[in-house]
Nanobody, 119 residues
């Protein structure tokens, strides 16, 4: 069993930056993939970024070049560095962990953290 907790959300102006974190507990050594999804009002949850246990990263086209996913196994933590933020990035961001080695992790989810990009 894996538990996940996100933090770092908030209000930021367009063009600004935020750094989200996700800390895992439980059977963390069984995790083979980590990722971030987001859900905007009236929208379906969408994939943002992921990273595998071997360090391979994947990004949605909408965030490529602006967002960076990283992890620290010793700290059982991953981050999503978000730069050049746009109003369209406004959403609740969720971290996820998967025991499978996959580019689209799922199965374990955090509670979410709100990101609002507005002037």
């Amino acid at each position: 069993q894996v538990q996940l907790v996100e933090s770092g959300g908030g209000l930021v102006q367009p063009g600004g930056s935020l750094r989200l974190s996700c800390t895992a507990s439980g059977s963390i050594f069984r995790i083979n993939a980590l990722g971030w999804y987001r859900q905007a009002p009236g929208k379906e949850r969408e994939f943002v970024a992921s990273i595998t246990s071997s360090g391979i990263t994947y990004y949605a086209d909408t965030v490529k070049g602006r967002f960076t996913i990283s992890r620290d196994n010793a700290k059982a933590t991953m981050w999503l560095q978000m730069n050049s933020l746009k109003p369209e990035d406004t959403a609740v961001y969720y971290c996820t962990a998967d025991l499978r080695l996959t580019a689209r992790p799922s199965g374990y989810w955090g509670q979410g953290t709100q990101v609002t990009v507005s002037s």
